[in-house]
């Protein structure tokens, strides 16, 4: 057997099922590599002190032969913008340091109930509003695949942990392609599933109002839609966890609109070249793939973007008096700008959005699945909060992460899978945004990219040496 921390969830199972290791050997191994990594990655920043009853119990279920589900002691890392009873949930914010939850989210207690073991938190940039991950609170994360490097944000620590084999699964959040965008960078496979199919709370304020959903983060296909299946459906505490599935699995030819470029907005040449191969791929594999612009307008998505994370800083710190002096500087500058938006200007932002999303549901109508790079950018400087520069054009904050706001306005499913990585062996993504409720199709699209591109045993040099 391969060593225990090289071995995704499925594989674990089924060496537990086999006898040939259990859940209290792998959890020591897995803890020992968070010593010796950790350090320098920075990915995990508060452990579970329950993962070793918690190891034993599971090892007790499966010595039974009444294991929980696949998941049974598999190690798991959840993101610190998610709660998890009795570990802080600090939203990478000084504001937040005591904050310690008393009751797991849904998702984490529906991983729980399926016998997964809870390993500790991943790092975060405050209030997950930034595409890299570094915060006053805990500093900055590093990538496996270069430590001088960013693994992007805001699920950076999340990211981090699964490519450095701290654990097989994590689950994250997605506002804005905060599981895309790091998975891209991290070689690995990230779900944003439908708004409403994962249902939350008790939760931290959504002040991404439903753009922000919780999804998987693995190094295959498989083991986020293993995930995917434990934490998804509906509760009635989430009515937004109400709406329905699209059942349809795709039996006839699916259409594939690959969008490589948003208008002049520019691309590194190397990921331009490596999502254009996957999309040489895609086709392969007997889906009819044609090159297109998108159908729909995305300005009025764009102008009402800043809002968003202006107006919902200005309103945590409003519910903590003294908070201000605890944030960072940038956070600081955002809650200044949020108390200056309208509440006219607010709620016609939202019209925008509900107009924005009809537009989309009809421009499905007529395709299957969109096709783009997961990220404009390879991975930047660890200590900068975003590339000034692309393709040698200069850029803003959010140059780098062009391709994913859009799907969370809307609302639909995209998984971000890996491609051919750059000159450097940096890793390269894009990703695929299905109709609404289509999540499954989109699984078994990717898992079928996966069966004739696979990438699961591409391991950072770092992590490989360690």
Not at 204 to 218: H, K, M, R, S, T
Request: charged letters at 20%; proline letters at 8%; a neutral charge.
């Amino acid at each position: 057997m391969r060593e225990a921390w090289r071995l995704s969830a499925a594989e674990l199972a089924g060496a537990y099922a086999r006898g040939e290791t259990g859940p209290v050997a792998v959890l020591e191994t897995i803890e020992a590599r968070i010593e010796k990594l950790n350090p320098t990655l920075n990915a995990i920043i508060c452990r579970d002190a329950g993962a070793a009853a918690a190891a034993k119990d599971s090892a007790a279920r499966l010595r039974a032969g009444t294991p929980r589900s696949t998941l049974e002691g598999v190690p798991i890392t959840v993101k610190d913008s998610i709660l998890v009873a009795g570990l802080p949930c600090t939203w990478g914010s000084r504001a937040m340091r005591d904050f310690v939850p008393n009751a797991d989210e849904l998702p984490v207690a529906r991983l729980r109930a399926a016998g997964a073991i809870v390993l500790g938190k991943t790092n975060a940039p405050e209030f997950t509003l930034e595409g890299y991950t570094s915060n006053p609170l805990f500093g900055t994360t590093r990538n496996p695949w270069n430590p001088d490097l960013t693994p992007g944000g805001s699920s950076g620590g999340a990211v981090a942990a699964v490519a450095a084999g701290l654990g097989p699964v994590a689950i994250g959040t997605d506002g804005g392609g905060s599981i895309r965008r790091p998975a891209c960078h991290a070689g690995l496979v990230g779900l944003k599933p439908t708004t409403g199919r994962v249902a939350r709370g008790p939760s931290l304020p959504q002040i991404l109002l439903d753009f922000e959903v919780i999804g998987p983060i693995a190094r295959t296909v498989g083991d986020v839609a293993l995930t995917f299946g434990a934490i998804s459906g509906a509760d009635p505490c989430d009515r937004r966890s109400l709406y329905g599935r699209d059942e349809r699995h795709g039996g006839e030819r699916l259409s594939v609109l690959y969008v490589p470029r948003f208008g002049d907005a520019p691309i590194d040449p190397q990921v331009l070249a490596s999502v254009d191969a996957a999309a040489r791929s895609i086709a392969g594999l007997g889906l009819d793939v044609c090159h297109g612009v998108l159908p729909f307008d995305l300005s009025p998505i764009v102008e009402f973007w800043p809002l968003l994370g202006q107006v919902g800083v200005a309103y945590l710190l409003a519910q903590r008096p003294g908070g201000e002096g605890l944030v960072g500087e940038r956070m600081r500058a955002m809650a200044e700008d949020g108390r200056k938006v309208s509440a006219a200007r607010y709620l016609a932002g939202i019209e925008t959005v509900d107009a924005f999303r009809r537009a989309v549901t009809d421009a499905f109508g007529r395709i299957d699945l969109i096709m783009t790079p997961s990220a404009a950018s390879l991975p930047w400087a660890a200590d900068q909060p975003y590339p000034e520069t692309i393709d040698g054009k200069a850029v803003g904050p959010r140059g780098h992460a062009v391709y994913t706001g859009w799907v969370n306005a809307c609302g639909h499913p995209a998984i971000a899978l890996p491609c051919g990585p750059s000159r450097e062996g940096l890793p390269i993504g894009f990703q695929l945004v299905g109709r609404f409720g289509a999540d499954e199709l989109l699984l078994a699209v990717a898992q079928r990219y996966e069966s004739a591109c696979p990438w699961a045993e591409r391991w950072p040099l770092f992590v490989s040496a360690a």
